[in-house]
């Protein structure tokens, strides 16, 4: 099973142009991949810099037949001709997809600080692995505050699908909205988690601190695969709109019963289809 983890940016590489053909083929580039998880997927938002107001989801969507896409909405705003105005998070995935989940982040709020809604998409993978969760997500930029809300949140929400994971399913019911799916313990959580200190930021500590009660923690696959090699960087490499420096803000983080089936974690850092660079975990 090979992933991408990639903030694409709304699909503007350095050059200042919008092009989602442009990432899905730098994409299929990089591996041949059986998951693709994306951030920054833009509808209707002419405002955004190169953009014409593209449905990037359907144009990403019509690039990749062959994967089913599944899309959550962090903005969701008012937009022209009746055309809502959306923004978020995307997973394409080639296994077939099971149950979805759209976890709104919290937001509280930071007087003065710049921010928007934000989202944990999470879909249930039927994989050669097993079945397997797979979330993704983009934490807040400017809010320290928020930001670690929302990284108490995916703790949460990972010892809340470990528990499902573990009672016994009820059998009343067939189909319908009431009909049992599984809901596994390995998973996988990756994103832009806009961490400015990189892996020296104190989230980045806590998303990886035991939970307790049955739940295996999650590791960062890199630090894994390259034992006591620094993470290279993935955001601010080709650019310093953002940072003097470079530095890794896009993670994936496996639950610890995997860590026997990571095969490799690489980095692209040619690339500039985006402000980002691209992870690239390969399990087996």
Known sequence: ?????????????????????RIVESARSFADFDVLCLQEVAINFPALDGSQGEDQVAALASLLPDYEPVFAIGVDAPGEHGVRRRFGNMIFSRYPVQQVFRHSLPWPADDGTPSMPRVALEAVLDTPLGLLRV????????????RDAQVGR???????????????????????PFQPFARPVSSILCGDFNLP?????PAYARLQEPIGNGVPRFVDAWRHAHPGVPHPPTFCVHERGHADTPYCCDFVFITEDLLPRVKSVTIDLETQASDHQPVIVELG
């Open 1 to 21: 099973m090979k992933l991408i983890q990639w903030n694409i940016q709304w699909c503007r590489g350095l050059d200042g142009k919008v092009d989602p053909r």
């Open 154 to 176: 995916l703790r949460g929400l990972h010892a809340e699908a470990c528990g499902h994971a573990r009672a016994r399913a009820s059998t009343q019911y067939k189909d319908g």
């Open 197 to 201: 200190a990189g892996p020296a930021h």
């Open 135 to 146: 979330t993704t997500t983009h934490l807040e930029y400017y809010s320290e505050a928020q």
